[in-house]
């Protein structure tokens, strides 16, 4: 499988999801996500505890529940709403329908080095967290009827996420996966 389909491996197999999403359109209908109203606004109250470490800790459970989600091609994973709105969630499940339609799953761990910077709003309050990446997802490989699918570029990618609180939990908000090789 080549293109959009192979692309869509990660947001580190799931990381060629994004990239390939990101990079061109798909003709498939947009997948439905099990949230039933849309995510609360963002919250400008304060969060208990770092918000460094709170925002990196919501990024790295957002990649765990993908990996989750991917080994199934679960598009309808309900975890990634506790982690992911907006148009990170709408990337991630995207990707996972894609990969549903395909045949393809995902197995392995990707390896993450997220860097928080976080942003202070009016106030003082922290109200935005970007985090930069560099995914390594060589050992985190698409499949198709139970075999490594060939040809994979497992070439590290260039993560940038950002990261707004909802009732004071974080959620990544936007997400972009560079393409192989970006860092």
Known sequence: MRGAGRTIRFVLAGWLVLAAITACGSSAPEPQHSQATPPPAPSSAPASG????????????????????ARTADYQAPSLDHYAADGALSTLTHGLYQEH???????????LHPAVTVVKGSGGDVTQADITDCADSS??????????IAGQDLRRR????????????WKVTYLNVGKAGTC
């Not at 050992?139 to 490594?148: A, E």
């Not at 260039?158 to 939990?169: E, H, S, V």
């Open 139 to 148: 050992h985190w490989l698409n499949y198709h009827g139970g075999k490594p």
């Open 101 to 111: 339609q395909q045949g393809n799953i995902t197995l392995g761990q990707p390896v």
């Open 50 to 69: 770092n918000p460094q470490a709170l925002a990196r800790q919501a990024y790295l459970r957002m990649w765990q529940a993908y990996v989750v989600a």
């Open 158 to 169: 260039y993560i940038i996420a950002r990261l707004q609180r909802f009732d004071g939990t």
